[in-house]
């Protein structure tokens, strides 16, 4: 796997790219990422290259979006087309599967890395999570996230996962099927 080069390329993908502040953001997600990898037993390059391209299109004006999903053949539901935030990870995980040649589990946490989806594997939490709770986040929930995730992945998770519905909810978003299917399953994980 090429991933090294990749990686450098990407890199200088997102410096031409993202604004500073998103940039500040993403690097805060790759740190915190590989920090919630370490004390979990997930692989931390994996997790580092997820992170750097969790938001790779996200800079892209979302008719470009839909129309860069259109361009590989992403399936999009009713909620995508109504409330398309998630495309952005559609777009960055083909990024990285044809343009970087990523591992198949790396671009797969990058497409779930917004909504959460149903069976999460520990990277895809570790990606979910630490892009909730890296620390140029400005809300206060994201320092108790990162203590409970730091603690207990799936609880942490799910914790993390009711911070960002209450937020939605609070300002009267949509909240994508994805968002609950992932939420039920990892509530039967953690009660099994
Ligand atoms: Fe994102
Ligand atoms: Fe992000």
């Not at 997930?42 to 290259?49: C, Y």
């Not at 992403?74 to 970087?100: I, K, N, Q």
């Not at 399953?185 to 099994?192: D, F, K, N, Q, T």
């Amino acid at each position: 796997m090429r991933t090294t080069a990749s990686k450098s390329e990407l890199i200088a993908y997102l410096e031409r790219r993202l604004s500073p502040e998103r940039m500040k953001h993403v690097l805060g997600v790759r740190d915190t990422a590989m920090e919630y990898a370490d004390a979990h037993g997930v692989d931390a390059e994996s997790a580092e290259t997820a992170a750097l391209l969790h938001d790779a299109a996200k800079w892209m004006p979302v008719p470009a979006q839909f129309a860069e999903c259109a361009r590989y053949g992403v399936h999009l539901t009713r909620e995508d087309r109504v409330s398309p935030v998630a495309l952005h990870g559609y777009v960055a995980a083909e990024m990285g599967r044809v343009r970087y040649g990523f591992e198949p589990e790396v671009c797969e946490a990058v497409r779930g890395h917004t909504t959460g989806k149903a069976d999460m594997t520990d990277l895809d939490m570790v990606l979910y999570a630490a892009d909730f709770s890296e620390p140029s986040r400005p809300f206060p929930e994201a320092a108790i996230a990162r203590d409970l995730v730091m603690a207990d992945l799936l609880n942490g998770v799910i914790r993390t996962m009711e911070f960002r519905l209450q937020a939605l909810m609070r300002k009267g978003r949509l909240i994508h099927p994805r968002t609950v299917h992932a939420r039920n399953a990892l509530l039967a994980r953690a009660r099994s």
